[in-house]
């Protein structure tokens, strides 16, 4: 029964190094997962950041140039004069001056209003008084702040944008001059960038209700990332900004206001659904200074999550198997190491049977040899104790043995005296029952 157990605990101290090793292997995995997937996530974060930057800074140039052209044409003083006492024969001149600004190909038209917003002044004659008071970025303007608006044209049916700048003389708003931009150039820049990136970055541009002017995806231009309330939709209706277009959201966000609150000029983690399955995007939003836009950078790295995912299976399956082994090879090792103990064990039960023949191996250069040779001079002494015993009971059985002898002797002559005894009474029986007889 005893080796049985020593045997049942080599067995459970191997079962045991198996499942802690294993255990131990999952739990590294499992954090070292955790560690590298979050390590991608800071790093992607900080280059979708640095990338945002670069691309508002570009955007943002490209309606600065147009702004500059515009406010030193504000700052003409033929222009000045023609607003505050407009007349005929001064119209084509002016109008040759916006026309060669035209010509720098920064604006398809440039008008000149007045303080009611009409134009007295165009690069192009067919917008010659018309009212464009109800334009956001004259009613900006006529404030005395620059302006940047985009809308579909009232003429042109095209969406552009509108850069407004308040003319001033001696410190007094006069009127403003305001240029509209083909907006076909940020788009292009935007698929060109994309292109550039491998389309592993899509960008967007939204207006300041959320509504997506530009995109990598032509089918999201004039929706929305989040549902649009009535009352947004009454101020688009009012300012003309999108003419009919029907304004559909994709529902990225369930709000637009809270994206704007909480994740602004920063990266976070979003997981988008999509028709071919849920995408991990990374998913930038940053203003464009001085605009009413902002820039969104989406970064899809589902491969690269995908990529870690396998790594580190895969990796984690050779420290399993590194893990298993090694905690196999210890088993062996502790399971050879109790070797000795169960033959300790198996000389103590033929100990406990009487037998002393066998000895412990006293050659193991460890604590078991020690033990092994303790054990050893614990059965010599047991030897000892026994022939000291056995001689003990040896000699006193011999002294048993001649008391059994004496005891013996003296029986049998005892019993001799008895038997003459009962001799003498027989015979004197008889001579008794003689005398009787004669008488």
Avoid: W
């Avoid at 006492?85 to 007045?114: G, R």
């Avoid at 009409?118 to 690069?123: D, V």
């Avoid at 300790?344 to 078991?368: C, K, M, P, V, W």
């Avoid at 002294?399 to 002898?405: D, E, I």
Wanted: net charge neutral; charged share 20%; with cysteine.
């Amino acid at each position: 029964m005893k080796t049985k157990r020593i045997q049942s605990l080599s067995f459970r101290i191997i079962t045991y190094i198996v499942f802690f090793f294993t255990l131990f292997g999952a739990i590294f995995i499992f954090f070292y997962y955790i560690t590298i997937r979050q390590t991608l996530l800071s790093e992607q974060k900080k280059l979708s950041e640095v990338y945002a930057d670069h691309y508002v800074t570009n955007i943002y140039e490209l309606f600065d140039n147009p702004h500059q052209e515009l406010a030193g044409i504000a700052q003409n003083l033929q222009i000045i004069d023609f607003i505050q006492a407009p007349q005929k024969d001064q119209e084509s001149n002016i109008s040759e001056i916006l026309k060669y600004s035209n010509n720098l190909k920064l604006f398809d038209v440039i008008n000149i209003l007045d303080q009611k917003g009409i134009a007295i002044a165009s690069s192009n004659s067919k917008n010659l008084g018309i009212d464009y008071s109800f334009r956001p970025y004259f009613q900006e303007s006529i404030q005395g702040k620059a302006s940047i608006y985009g809308a579909i044209g009232m003429t042109s049916n095209v969406y552009s944008y509108y850069i407004a700048i308040p003319i001033y003389q001696n410190e007094k708003i006069i009127g403003i001059i305001s240029g509209s931009m083909n907006a076909d150039q940020f788009q292009n820049y935007l698929l060109k960038e994309a292109a550039a990136r491998n389309n592993q970055i899509m960008f967007k541009i939204l207006d300041d209700y959320g509504v997506i002017v530009h995109s990598c995806d032509p089918s999201e231009v004039f929706s929305s990332v989040a549902p649009l309330s009535p009352e947004t939709l009454a101020i688009f209706k009012k300012e003309q900004r999108y003419s009919n277009q029907s304004l559909n959201s994709i529902g990225l966000v369930p709000d637009f206001s809270f994206l704007q609150n909480q994740y602004l000029d920063q990266t976070y983690f979003l997981n988008q659904i999509t028709s071919q399955g849920s995408n991990k995007i990374l998913f930038n939003i940053n203003q464009i200074p001085n605009t009413r836009y902002y820039l969104v950078l989406e970064t899809d790295i589902t491969q690269n999550i995908q990529s870690i995912d396998f790594s580190v299976m895969r990796q984690g399956l050779m420290i399993l198997g590194m893990l298993f082994c090694m905690s196999i090879l210890l088993g062996i090792i502790i399971s050879k190491t109790l070797e000795p103990l169960r033959k300790i064990t198996f000389i103590a039960n033929r100990i406990a049977s009487g037998h002393y023949e066998l000895q412990a191996d006293e050659t193991i250069d460890n604590e078991i040899g020690t033990l092994a040779g303790a054990f050893n001079k614990m059965i010599n002494k047991l030897l000892v104790l026994r022939e000291n015993e056995e001689q003990k009971v040896l000699f006193q059985t011999q002294k048993l043995n001649n008391k059994v002898l004496q005891l013996e002797k003296l029986n049998r002559a005892m019993i001799g005296r008895e038997l003459k005894m009962l001799d003498l009474k027989q015979r004197l029986y008889k001579f008794e029952n003689q005398d009787k007889n004669a008488e």
